[in-house]
């Protein structure tokens, strides 16, 4: 089947750790996308990627840092510079044409820091 | 930033009865599109509008677009139990730039 698929579904972290959280998509899209979700906030974009080996920050990327060595995935990393990584994470892929940029997302990962 | 932005907040309604969501934004789109989230769960899309369309119809959903008053309304008609969920509304302003910027979303729920 095709789809996103994002591991783990809940994290833990401790203070000062560094995490990353996996997504891999099998529908040969070229966008990748990492939202965070607070509760009452809505998605906000923290990173996005149009191709291999580029992306570019979103509107809160600060403490987190993402690569794009292959088309079918796009870890994101929670460093330890993001002072409040308790937040529900969801990775989405479109395919990027000029017409149409519906989105597919994961099931999220839940992170949560102890 | 948040683009869009959802009304109301929450939305409590009979079953069988209509649900209308309206999403307002602040600069030009390409698309607007609505994506429903169940609790817990990733973001699934519904319906998208482009820019210079006014009206698309999906099942039991009906999408307006008022580019001049830079808004959208999604109709669900004879809501079920099922349709209980978030509902976002998200925009990108056209090619070269991807980004979807979502709102914060209605929450619906719908009693049996």
């Known amino acids: 089947d095709g789809g996103i698929t994002q591991s783990p579904k809940y994290l833990f972290r401790k203070e000062g750790q560094n995490v990353t959280l996996s997504c891999e998509q099998n529908?040969?899209?070229?966008?990748m996308y990492w939202y965070r979700q607070d509760p009452g906030q809505g998605l906000r974009l923290i990173y996005y990627s149009q191709i291999v080996n580029d992306f570019q920050k979103g509107d809160i990327a600060e403490g987190y840092s993402v690569s794009r060595e292959k088309k079918e995935s796009f870890p994101l990393t929670v460093t330890s510079a993001q002072k409040n990584p308790t937040a529900f994470y969801l990775c989405a892929s479109s395919i990027s044409s000029g017409y149409s940029t519906e989105a597919f997302f994961g099931q999220g990962t839940r992170l949560t820091v102890v | 930033s948040q683009q869009g932005e959802e009304d109301p907040q929450a939305l409590s309604i009979q079953e069988g009865e209509n649900a209308t969501m309206n999403c307002s934004y602040k600069t030009s789109i390409n698309n607007l599109q609505w994506y429903r989230q169940n609790s817990g769960r990733g973001l699934v899309h519904l319906i998208l509008i482009r820019s210079n369309e006014r009206e698309k119809h999906s099942g039991r959903l009906r999408v307006t677009l008022d580019t001049s008053k830079k808004s959208s309304s999604l109709l669900i008609t004879a809501s079920r139990a099922a349709d209980t969920a978030s509902y976002f509304c998200?925009?990108?302003f056209g090619a070269g730039s991807y980004q979807l910027t979502f709102g914060k979303g209605t929450k619906l729920s719908v009693i049996p």
């Open positions: 998200a925009t990108d």
């Open positions: 529908l040969n899209h070229d966008a």
